[in-house]
């Protein structure tokens, strides 16, 4: 990302952060929250200053993928009476989740417009400090929080995450149509394909294709947008998600290279 899209904003919290990045998937279930978490994890171990708020009002996955599930955020007074929110510091991430708002196993029925402000207060509402990535976890489909966020804040990109199978790729299109449609005209950073194959980890150049082959590049080079990576079904990576510990954390030798490369590709 070399600049930003300049949007209308009311906020000066944000005046700090240089690139917003947006993680957007047509369906649920296909690793957005992974790709996520891990795309922040691999960025911090780099050096940058991350921020990752999980705006997912129908299934908040960042307090589980960070071990943070009872965590609450505190609040500070600024100097002219307003109270923000302080993001939950982890692995050297700042980290807000609506998850955090919400009792855990409790289902949150958000109304539209109460939940478009509740996002809206994860970006003004919020010390976010200096920042040189923002990444967000939107929630899957295309709703009333795509079209607030990308019509509130200076979004620099999004980054489409799919899996090869067939429902997937048809809801990624219109993820992708959502991006380019006027009003919103967020440029597109590329496909991420995850759960491209399965491979024994011990055995990595063994790849079965077992959802098809080659969906995802096809995506991307319908909409002409750079197709970023295919990302293998791990174990590892699942298990990773449930301890609280995103996989990248750790020394993976297979996973560093992949999603490195990803990371490059759209900083
Ligand atoms: P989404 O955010 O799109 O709903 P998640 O990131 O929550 O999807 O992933 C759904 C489940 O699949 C999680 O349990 C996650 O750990 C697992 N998962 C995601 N990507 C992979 C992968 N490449 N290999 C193995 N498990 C994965």
Known sequence: VTSRVTQPTNSTSLDNIKNIILVSSGKGGVGKSTVSSNLAVVLAKDGAKVGLIDADIYGPSVPTMFDLVDAKP????TADGKTKILPIEKYGIKLLSLGFFADPGQ???????????AVKQLFN???????????VDLPPGTGDIHITITQSFPISG???VTTPQQVALADTHKGLAMFRMPGINI????????????????????KYYIFGKGGGTKLAERFDVPFLGEIPIVQGIAEAGDNGKPVALNQNPLLDGIFGDIASKIA
């Open 74 to 77: 505190g609040a500070e007074e």
């Open 125 to 135: 509402d919020t010390n976010w400090g200096e920042l040189d990535y923002l990444i």
């Open 107 to 117: 289902p949150v029925p958000w109304r539209g417009p109460m939940a478009s402000n």
């Open 158 to 160: 999004a980054v489409v």
């Open 187 to 206: 440029p597109i950073l590329g496909v991420i394909e995850n759960m491209s194959y399965f491979t024994p980890e011990e055995l990595p150049e063994n």
